[in-house]
Structure formats: structure tokens, C-alpha cells
């Protein structure tokens, strides 16, 4: 039995028979010809006769292919209702004394469900009102092998995942997802070409992983003989792009982390990355706030959008601006600050039953916050002022001693976005690269490396600049409510 269709227990057998139609078809003319006639699309044949009455000859003719999705056929009428790749449906009539008897015996005998066939003809409703292409010549388009499952069955999330195709063929929220995912980016694309923001490309291949926090892929070039990554951010070549005088650049391309996968993680995702020069993490703030509101927008006409359950997610307003040490000391009910003694928080982690063993101050806040303050965020929160130690690419706060000015976005209980004020101080920078490699020499496989390519750089001088990174993936989440699996195309499965 095939796991394409786990229902069908004689499927070999179908197989067999599907093939030897395909033989016969051959014989004939073609099973997959090169073109066909078409003049019409089913979206177009709809749209022009949008309240015909039943029973009606338009006399017009037309020409179209679909896929069959549903399949009757009787004595002298065959009706097949064919879907366009938009999930458009139409009607066929394949009648004798329109074809003829030798025509209506090989559609009988040669045609399936899931088939693609064109049919030419009159544009007509049926006595029920339908409307329909009552054909006077078919052609096979392309013959399946495979049937397709049981459309009256749910297909389940796994099966889903690893056949997309399946799935777009027969489930209209499928492809509903990907244009809506198609609009979304239009949109962001809309958004900063207003900003007079230019779209850019930097390396997914690199021989030094940085611009994050994370374990890289890694593979090996064979025309130059080294080890490479995959990357696991832009944000190094695209500041290097502010460098060289480009003050206002976003890219959207993927990104490989290779670490778990859930709900909300997938090894490979696509992230959206933007840098402004003379900018800072508020106007990110603002810049993020802007780009998700137009999305929901543009895309459903709202900022308060239904989600998959058919509960509402609000992203109207203004979105407020919460301290991550404020608020984890309300929410703990202890003042911690950036300098509550690292047996403090051990002590206080161990008491709400977080398990964590790491060298850094900072982890232990930002462990303690994902615990008493993150499940809380349902509605759209930028989070601000993180430890200074988990942070070694932003600028330290210019008023708060130990904490650094960058922000995430939370929503519906999940990180979103973040944001920075962009360090730029190359002094500095090599003194956070080199606290990162001391980190990694006692064993995190998370900490970034020594990049003396990008501490050239930024010897050059890079103006002061605010920089963003935003999951597509996630917003896509966040404006439809699915799982990270059902919002990417093809999804990595195991």
C-alpha cells in the first residue's frame, strides 16, 4: 500500500489500471500533449456569467482545462466538475449526441477522477441551474496514475505536511493560505518601498556563522575546499551594506537553524531583516508596528483579524512598550535589576522549577521572564531593554546602566520580532565577540565567533542605525492563526 493514500487498499491495482489507460491514450493521440486549444479560463467563464438562469443555451464558445474532481457518468450524459489551479469550479457535459458514441466510450472508458482534461464548447446552465460547458470535444490534458484520497475525509496535519500538492488539490484553506501569504509579502514590499527602503541579497553560504545566537548547518565546498555555514542571519552583510552608503536596506530570504522543531520553529524559515541608518530601536518599533498593521490591512482589510478558531486577534492601536526587568519584577513579585546577584536569580529559578545552568546573568532573566511574564502576552507587546550580556550585537542603553536597547515583539504568546539600537562602536564590538568566544570555549554551542571580516567593516564607520528582523513564517501565524508547518509551502519533515 502506498502512504500517499493509506485508504485505498487495492491501489497497486488502480495503478495498474490507470496505466494501461495511459498506454491507450498514447495510442490514440497523446496522454500529456504538449499545448492544447485553450481560449478561457474557469475563473474568466465565471465571472462573466455570474447569474444565469437555469436552463439557458448562451451560444458562446469556449475552450478550458481543469482537473476532474468530481466524476458521473451515465448512458448518453457524463457530467465531471473541473477546478482550476484557484480552486474555481465548473460543470462539463460530455453528451452523445453532442461527441458522438465513439467520443462518449472513450471518456467512459479512459477518464478518472484527478484527470486534467480540456473541454471546447457552449457555455450553458443545466436544469438545476449549474453552470456548464456542454462539450463537442475533449482531450486528455495530463492522466494521473495515482487517485487522488477521499475528498470527504480530513487528510490529517502530517499527511498535509509532507503532500502539499495533495493538499492544495483539495483543500481550499490550503490555497487560501498561500495567497494570502503571496499578498502579505506584497505588502511589506509596498510598505518599504514607501520608506524608500532598497530590497538586497547577501550571502546564504558563508565561511563564519554570526548575526545570531544559534547552531548553524554546516557543509563543505568542494571548489574551494572549506568548511561553510548556512546561515543563520543577514544581519552582518546587511550592516556591511549600511557601511558602504546604502542607509535604508531590507532583504526577505532564508534562514537555517539547526535546532528543535515545533509549533513555532522550523530549521529552515524565511526572515525578513531591515537596517536604517540614523534610526534607532524605537523607530524599528514603530517601523515593525507599521508593516504588520498594513499587512492585516491590505491583506484582509482590518487590524482585527479572524484566526483559524475563529477567535479575533486585535493588532489596532498603538502598541505598548514594556521593561523586561519592570515587568518581571511585578510579575515575580522581587525587584530584579541588572545587578541582582546571579545566586539570586539561581535561587529563584530553582523555586519556580526552571531548569537552567548557564555562566551568564542575562540568561537567568530572560529564562525567569519567558516564565512569569511571556504566557500573559496575547496582545501585540514590544518588550524592551534586555540584559546587556545576551545581547552582543546591540548598543548599551543610553540612560540604563546594564541593559542595551533592544526590544521583542510578542504575540498570541510567541516572539514575533526584534529590534535594535545597532552597536556600532567597533572597539566595542570586538569586546563582545571576544566575551562570545570565551563563552564557547567552555562548551555553548550558541555563542558567535570572532568576524574580523565585519569588524573591518564597521572600522569604516557605520552611521547610527536601528535594525529589525521579523519572521514571515510567524506573521503568517499571527494573521491566521495555523501552526508554523501550515503556513510554510513545503515544510521540512522528517
Avoid at 199 to 227: I, Y
Avoid at 275 to 299: K, R
Amino acid at each position: 500500500m502506498s502512504d500517499l493514500e493509506p485508504e485505498v487498499d487495492d491501489l497497486p491495482e488502480q495503478i495498474a489500471i490507470r496505466l494501461a489507460k495511459r498506454l491507450r491514450l498514447n495510442e490514440i493521440s497523446s496522454a500529456y500533449p504538449v499545448t492544447l486549444p485553450i481560449t478561457n479560463t474557469i475563473e474568466a467563464i465565471k465571472a462573466h456569467y455570474p447569474n444565469l438562469e437555469a436552463d439557458i443555451s448562451t451560444g458562446d464558445q469556449v475552450g478550458l482545462a481543469g482537473r476532474i474532481m468530481f466524476l458521473r457518468n451515465t448512458g448518453k450524459l457524463c457530467f465531471a466538475t473541473l477546478q482550476s489551479g484557484t480552486g474555481e469550479r465548473i460543470q462539463a457535459m460530455i453528451s452523445l449526441d453532442r461527441i458522438g458514441q465513439e467520443q462518449l466510450d472513450l471518456w467512459k472508458e479512459l477518464v478518472d477522477l484527478g484527470d486534467h482534461v480540456f473541454v471546447q464548447g457552449e457555455v450553458i446552465t443545466s436544469k438545476r441551474g449549474e453552470l456548464s460547458v456542454l462539450a463537442s470535444q475533449w482531450l486528455m490534458a495530463t492522466k494521473t496514475i495515482r487517485p487522488l484520497p477521499n475528498l470527504h475525509n480530513d487528510l490529517g496535519e502530517e499527511f498535509r505536511s509532507r503532500h502539499r500538492y495533495i493538499d492544495l488539490i483539495v483543500r481550499e484553506r490550503a490555497r487560501e493560505v498561500v495567497k494570502i501569504r503571496s499578498e502579505v509579502m506584497q505588502s511589506l514590499r509596498l510598505t518599504f518601498a514607501n520608506r524608500a527602503f532598497m530590497e538586497v541579497e547577501t550571502p546564504m553560504l558563508q565561511t563564519m556563522h554570526g548575526g545570531a545566537s544559534a547552531r548553524p548547518f554546516k557543509t563543505h565546498s568542494n571548489a574551494f575546499d572549506t568548511e561553510l555555514f548556512l546561515r543563520i542571519a543577514p544581519e552582518l552583510f546587511l550592516k556591511r551594506a549600511v557601511v558602504g552608503g546604502l542607509e535604508r536596506v531590507f532583504e526577505i530570504n532564508r534562514n537555517f537553524r539547526n535546532e528543535g522543531a515545533d509549533r513555532t520553529h522550523s530549521p529552515e524559515f524565511a526572515m525578513l531583516e531591515s537596517y536604517e541608518a540614523y534610526g534607532d530601536y524605537n523607530t524599528m518599533a514603530d517601523l515593525t508596528q507599521e508593516l504588520i498593521q498594513n499587512a492585516a490591512m491590505d491583506v484582509f482589510g482590518t487590524h482585527k483579524v479572524e484566526l483559524e478558531d475563529g477567535s479575533i486577534s486585535d493588532l489596532s492601536g498603538q502598541w505598548p512598550r514594556i521593561s523586561m526587568f519592570e515587568s518581571l519584577s511585578v510579575a515575580a513579585g522581587v525587584v530584579i535589576t541588572p545587578s541582582t546577584p546571579i545566586a539570586e536569580l539561581k535561587a529563584l529559578a530553582k523555586a519556580a522549577d526552571i531548569e537552567i545552568e548557564h555562566p551568564l546573568h542575562g540568561k537567568y532573566v530572560e529564562e525567569l521572564w519567558e516564565h512569569f511574564v511571556k504566557p500573559g502576552l496575547e496582545n501585540p507587546t514590544f518588550v524592551i531593554d534586555f540584559p546587556v550580556d545576551t545581547s552582543p550585537l546591540t548598543r548599551g542603553h543610553r540612560s540604563k546602566a546594564g541593559v542595551v536597547e533592544k526590544w521583542d515583539l510578542y504575540i498570541r504568546g510567541y516572539e514575533q520580532a526584534t529590534g535594535y539600537s545597532e552597536l556600532v562602536d567597533p572597539v566595542v564590538q570586538r569586546e563582545r565577540f571576544i566575551a562570545q568566544m570565551e563563552l564557547g570555549a567552555t562548551g555553548d554551542p550558541e555563542a558567535m565567533k570572532l568576524d574580523e571580516e565585519f569588524l573591518k567593516a564597521l572600522e569604516f564607520g557605520m552611521p547610527p542605525s536601528g535594525g529589525m528582523g521579523l519572521g514571515i513564517d510567524r506573521l503568517l501565524m499571527t494573521l491566521t492563526g495555523l501552526g508554523i508547518r501550515d503556513t510554510i509551502l513545503f515544510p521540512l519533515v522528517k
